[in-house]
């Protein structure tokens, strides 16, 4: 029996600290865990005049162990095993603050794996609210890159197949848009002004906030 092969198979590492654990338990480890929450700013809102609406970013990518996990998400071969977490950080930002939104929806990416998508599944899972994923890119190219103004020239849409009379239909209003990171905010802006068309309130959360230094 091969016991090394099966050993590694029951063994996950933290992509943040690099210690090793079982499998079943979850990513990151616990110490790492208790570590980002107690660093995290629950009540930080992004303050600036280019948007009309708010954004609220719980962690500070200037830090080093939170920028571990932020690459961890955006680039670590677990990072399907994060989601769960980052979706806890978003309910603790939430809670105690009043809101007024009845549907999730992520900002929409070209990258192979859809982070704001998934965040925002297990955002909606968690609080039992309709995901709905209705917009896309008018033109098809990645941002990574962009400057704030070529991000602010890429536009945005819902999809053709998207019922525009359905959020009245249900009573839908509020909106919470969902990014893993904004960098310009202009995707953000971008992603408003499509839904403007059938929604009227708007709350922006990620898990970052990294605007450029000058």
């Known amino acids: 029996m091969n016991y090394k092969g099966l050993f590694f198979d029951i063994i996950r ?15 990151p480890c616990e110490v790492c865990r208790e570590s980002i929450l107690s660093k995290a700013d629950f009540d930080h809102r992004v303050y600036t005049g280019d948007f009309d609406f708010s954004i609220w970013s719980p962690l500070n990518f200037k830090d080093r162990e939170v920028k571990d996990f932020i690459y961890s998400i955006k680039s670590g071969p677990e990072s399907v095993f994060l989601y769960d977490y980052c979706a806890q950080i978003f309910l603790t930002t939430l809670m105690d603050k009043e809101f007024s939104f009845e549907v999730i929806v992520p900002v929409p990416s070209l990258q192979k794996r859809d982070h704001a998508y998934q965040l925002a ?32 020239t890429i536009q945005f849409r819902l999809k053709p197949s998207f019922d525009h009379s359905e959020p009245l239909k249900r009573g839908f209003k509020g909106v919470l848009l969902i990014d893993d990171v904004v960098t310009t905010g202009q995707t953000l802006i971008k992603c408003k002004e499509a839904l403007e068309k059938v929604f009227a309130n708007f709350t922006a959360l990620c898990l970052v906030y990294t605007p450029k230094e000058n």
């Open 13 to 27: 590492s933290c992509p943040i600290c690099g210690k090793s654990f079982l499998k079943f338990g979850d990513l």
């Open 121 to 152: 599944y297990s955002l909606s899972d968690k609080l039992n609210l309709p995901l709905l994923n209705i917009l896309e890119k008018a033109v098809d190219r990645s941002q990574k890159g962009l400057s704030r103004g070529g991000r602010g």
